[in-house]
């Protein structure tokens, strides 16, 4: 007999198999009072109290549950419990402004919000919302079996994640269980997790459902640290305290430990013991080779999108690398990898990355425009630029949506040039990423001021950062006489961003 492939699975391996093993640990510094250190029988006893409160609202099969939280077990609890229980969960960047999350909460017309008690969210509503922490927890019914999910089906949206892409308004991407199932499967294979790991949430869990970790860790009963906020000294420390061994982040978090470990008193922890997972922008291949160096820990790399649950490729130094030059191995680590197990890529004619294969999306949620234009002809349009090699691992060489990508963080360039253009001194914007050390890539907008106009660039960084999620403002302003276009008054971006590309690689040079 066929059995649906759903987030479920997990959760009731752990409760079986590794009903004693420790769960979560969750962040001790944080508004909300954190969740005692719990057993995956206790957490999933947890989950299901979860599930019972919100039958207790009247919360519907396939209605939307929204949380706003930096990385909390409560958040973690939320993952699993609303889509093992026939509910789609919406995990919302806990960056994002009012305006921004509220138009989140209704384009998915969730029924239920969670905010974390840390974020100030004024005129944010849903039928009904609580406060994470004591007030929500108030809901949670240990004395009560949830109802039982009447039809699991793995083609069931389970996850709305709303990414940035070349437009102002996000998009919500609609995971389905078997996306999430497969990732997360595939996801653990590659990074070789097993049953003796520890992992450091690292990444902020509303990022493509933290890319499914929490989903295959629970399944091999991997104890869960959680992370709150990044910071490089805290991460050494939990790394010491709890036998950390997997992370994933972007290359500003591994920047950050490098940065913390030259003035660590003693050994860096974990050496010869951690492995590093990073995506979100190609890391210098300098970086590779210091956290090799410096931290003794493995530099793995992945290559995907919200839109692909994430991972589409996977790179690690194969056993027949081990005896290239250091140098060598972290140039092949630059690249963005093989193919995952099941995924095929291939590259169109104007060299941008296509994908196929059973993590892409359902589509886009109340967006079939979108959904059209972005999976067509059977395959789906990743936007971004790209080569395959001999050996068949890809390389991205630039993103044709525009989309910058700042400390992992995706930002809409046409966002920010709207936020610019609203200042009167302002008669022309472009916005485009250039390099950073720390960040990857950081905001650079150039702009032609208006006619008899005056302003200076902090206070166009000001009225930016008044108007958008702090990451998303430039973090320097060029003036310029003129924004050059094509005939037909296009702005080419990646011509503008040639000179500051090309610098950074002459320096490496």
């Known amino acids: 007999m066929r059995v649906p492939l759903t987030v479920a699975d997990f959760l009731d391996r752990a409760a079986q198999v590794f009903a004693d093993t420790t769960a979560t640990v969750d962040e001790p510094d944080q508004p909300a009072p954190p969740v005692p250190t719990t057993t995956y029988a206790a957490f999933a006893d947890r989950v299901r109290a979860w599930q019972a409160g919100l039958d207790a609202l009247g919360v519907g099969e396939g209605e939307r549950v929204a949380v ?10 939320l993952l699993h419990a609303a889509p093992a229980s026939g509910r789609v969960c919406v995990p919302v960047n806990f960056r994002l402004k009012s305006d921004e999350v509220s138009y989140i909460v209704e384009h998915s017309g969730a029924s239920v919000l969670f905010v974390d008690p840390g974020l100030d969210l004024p005129g944010v509503t849903a039928p009904h919302r609580f406060t994470l922490g004591d007030e929500s927890d108030a809901l949670l019914r240990f004395d009560t079996e949830p109802r039982p999910w009447s039809s699991p089906d793995e083609d069931a949206t389970a996850t709305l994640n709303y990414t940035s892409g070349t437009t102002a308004r996000p998009k919500g991407v609609r995971m389905t269980h078997r996306n999430i199932w497969l990732n997360a499967v595939t996801f653990a294979l590659h990074a070789r997790a097993w049953e003796r790991d520890v992992y450091l949430h690292v990444l902020p869990m509303f990022h493509c459902n933290g890319w499914g970790m929490p989903y295959g860790l629970a399944g091999l009963g991997v104890p869960q640290v959680v992370l709150r906020k990044v910071d490089g000294t805290e991460i050494l420390r939990r790394v010491r305290d709890h036998g950390v061994t997997l992370m994933c982040g972007a290359p500003a978090v591994w920047n950050a430990v490098l940065d913390a470990a030259r003035s660590w008193e003693g050994e860096v922890p974990g050496r010869g013991r951690v492995r590093v997972v990073c995506a979100g922008a190609p890391p210098p291949s300098r970086t590779i080779a210091r956290v090799g160096d410096e931290l003794g820990w493995e530099f793995l790399q992945l290559y995907g999108l919200t839109e692909t649950s994430p991972l589409l490729t996977f790179n690690r130094t194969r056993p027949g690398d081990d005896d290239l ?50 999976v067509a002809d059977g395959w789906f349009h990743t936007g971004d630029g790209g080569s395959l090699d001999d050996e068949g691992f890809l390389t991205i060489s630039d993103r044709k949506k525009d989309v910058i990508i700042t400390g992992g963080e995706n930002v809409s360039s046409i966002e920010v040039e709207d936020a610019l253009f609203t200042h009167p001194a302002v008669a022309e914007a472009a916005v485009i990423g250039v390099p950073h050390e720390k960040w990857g890539e950081t905001i650079k907008a150039l702009v032609v001021p208006a006619a008899g106009a005056s302003v200076t660039e902090a206070e166009l960084i000001a009225h ?20 050059p276009r094509t005939a037909t008054g296009k702005v080419q971006k990646f011509r503008l961003r040639e000179p500051y590309w090309a610098e950074r690689e002459g320096d490496a040079k």
């Open 68 to 77: 706003v939280s930096p990385n909390s077990a409560r958040l973690l609890e």
């Open 325 to 374: 030059p250091a140098d060598e191995r972290a140039r092949k680590l630059s690249r963005a990898g093989a193919p995952g197990i099941g995924v095929r890529l291939r590259i169109a004619e104007d060299g941008e990355v296509l994908a196929r294969g059973n993590h892409v999306m359902a589509g886009y949620w109340r967006n079939e425009e979108a959904t059209d234009e972005a």
């Open 464 to 483: 930016c950062k008044a108007r958008l999620a702090g990451f998303k403002a430039p973090t320097s302003v060029e003036f310029r006489d003129a924004i």
